[in-house]
């Protein structure tokens, strides 16, 4: 009977240290993620305005050409046709 009352008390005291440590591991990662999240603000800032300026340079760089020409494994392959040959 003591064992069996033993046996009881260990496994609630289990649940109990495995609430509390998954708590303690969830509250932990959810600071350590606001604390980066909060430190890389600038740089996403930054990254942001990068991404948004190459994207407007390369549509004005790219306006109004139109590719001909092939994509094999990444690299462009671009025939120069010249004027006297496309009159042909």
Do not use: P
């Amino acid at each position: 009977m003591v064992a069996l009352i033993v046996t009881i008390a260990l496994i609630i005291f289990g649940l109990m240290f495995s609430v509390l440590l998954i708590a303690f591991i969830v509250s932990a990662g959810l600071l350590a993620w606001g604390y980066l999240w909060w430190k890389t603000r600038a740089l996403r800032k930054q990254m942001r305005e990068q991404r948004m300026a190459a994207e407007q340079s390369y549509s004005e760089v790219f306006k109004g050409e139109a590719f001909e020409g092939q994509i094999i494994e990444g690299e462009v392959i671009r025939k120069e046709v010249s004027l006297e040959e496309h009159k042909r």
